[in-house]
């Protein structure tokens, strides 16, 4: 079994900058990284999480393998992963360790905002991949 979690059909995933503060500890690398997220929606989330965990046990590699927006194949190393049980199904929760040269920040607000919503909540940084 190749170290790979494959996204098939769907739009390219979309990168977070991360924030969280034990996210950092995994930058252990000699190249600099960005750590980044994403969140897929499958069929078998924890089954996917114990590929990850086989495949850190051995000491191994796992990555995402996925399309750009431009329809080149791209890789990411998995670092971590989590699975979420929704009541729309499982939602697999990735963080990505991605060389800097291909890290893009895209920083933007969001314009509509429902009522009730919080100013304060309504930017966002997501990151995208550089080919």
């Not at 252990?28 to 086989?54: I, Q, W, Y």
């Not at 890789?75 to 697999?92: C, D, F, P, S, Y």
């Not at 800097?100 to 009730?116: K, R, S």
């Amino acid at each position: 079994m190749e170290n790979k979690i494959t996204i098939i059909e769907g739009p390219p995933p979309t990168f977070e900058a991360t924030t969280e503060e034990w996210i950092l500890g995994l930058n252990d690398s000699p190249k600099m990284a960005g750590l980044v997220s994403t969140r897929l929606r499958t069929f078998n989330g924890p089954a996917l999480v114990e590929r990850c965990h086989r495949a850190w046990r051995r000491g191994s590699e796992i990555k995402l393998e996925f399309r750009s927006a431009e329809g080149l194949q791209q890789e990411a190393q998995i670092v971590a992963a989590r699975n979420v049980e929704t009541h729309e199904g499982h939602l697999l929760i990735l963080w990505l360790r991605l060389p800097q040269e291909q890290v893009e920040l895209e920083i933007g607000y969001e314009d509509d905002l429902g009522e009730g919503e919080d100013d304060d909540e309504d930017m966002g940084i997501d990151i995208d991949m550089m080919s």
